[in-house]
């Protein structure tokens, strides 16, 4: 969904722990969602995308969860490393077709304890 | 492929000034976006374009212009900065919105309004 402005909220695991980071998005119509992590002074990076025909799709420690009815997105990361703590952002692709609108969520802060 | 090029890194601006951020990509994408990223918080939409002469307003376009003469270039044009412009600012592009491993982002212009 589009940020009111609020800060970024942060999630802290320990090391080798499960996260798990939620986002909400907003426009029913998108279809296409992505999972990006940023470094500081870095830009995004891409980590997993999804499609809105799919529930759920794996990658490497990192699994993506769609859930269309209440419009929500997590992303799991498996077996957390210190190499993980970043910010997460999901981001949209709104409308039909391909309307080429980028959106991002407004994000979480992952810190990982060793 | 040099990939998404972003310039200038780094600028200080007075109120009221202008200027431009540059961007350009050597890989034929069709798909350019310009988002800034304020301290701690999500990266915004500002414009975006699906090809050459085509242009489309983001989340956040005030105080900014773009254009989009080439496949290759999208320069961010700021008209009479204002201190609320002081932002990190990213340009992307992609080949297809729809396959999120394909969109790749600049480094990242630093800009500073005083």
């Known amino acids: 969904g589009e940020s009111v402005g609020l800060h970024l909220p942060t999630l802290s695991v320990q090391e080798g722990d499960n996260s798990i980071i939620n986002c909400a998005y907003s426009?029913?119509?998108?279809?296409?969602f992505i999972w990006y992590k940023q470094e500081s002074g870095k830009g995004p990076q891409f980590i997993i995308d999804?499609?809105?025909?799919?529930d759920k799709r794996q990658g490497q420690r990192v699994t993506v969860l769609l859930n269309k009815t209440v419009k929500h997105l997590s992303l799991q990361i498996a077996a957390t490393q210190p190499g993980d703590s970043a910010v997460y952002f999901c981001?949209?692709?709104?409308?039909?077709?391909?309307?080429?609108?980028?959106?991002f969520g407004q994000g979480t802060t992952l810190q990982v304890k060793p | 492929n040099a990939g998404v090029t972003q310039t200038p890194k780094f600028r200080i601006l007075k109120i009221g000034q202008s200027m431009t951020l540059q961007c350009t990509q050597d890989?034929?994408?069709?798909?350019m976006y310009w988002y800034r990223q304020d301290p701690g918080m999500g990266l915004k939409l500002i414009y975006y374009s699906v090809g050459a002469g085509i242009t489309d307003k983001g989340e956040v376009p005030n105080g900014y212009n773009v254009s989009r003469s080439t496949t290759e270039d999208f320069p961010l044009r700021l008209e009479l900065a204002a201190p609320s412009q002081t932002s990190v600012y990213f340009c992307?592009?992609?080949?297809?919105?729809?396959?999120?491993?394909?969109?790749?982002f600049g480094e990242g212009s630093w800009l500073t309004v005083v």
């Open positions: 426009n029913s119509a998108s279809d296409y």
């Open positions: 992307a592009s992609s080949y297809s919105t729809k396959s999120g491993n394909t969109i790749y």
């Open positions: 999804i499609r809105s025909n799919m």
């Open positions: 890989m034929n994408h069709n798909y």
């Open positions: 981001a949209e692709i709104g409308g039909s077709g391909n309307t080429g609108k980028l959106i």
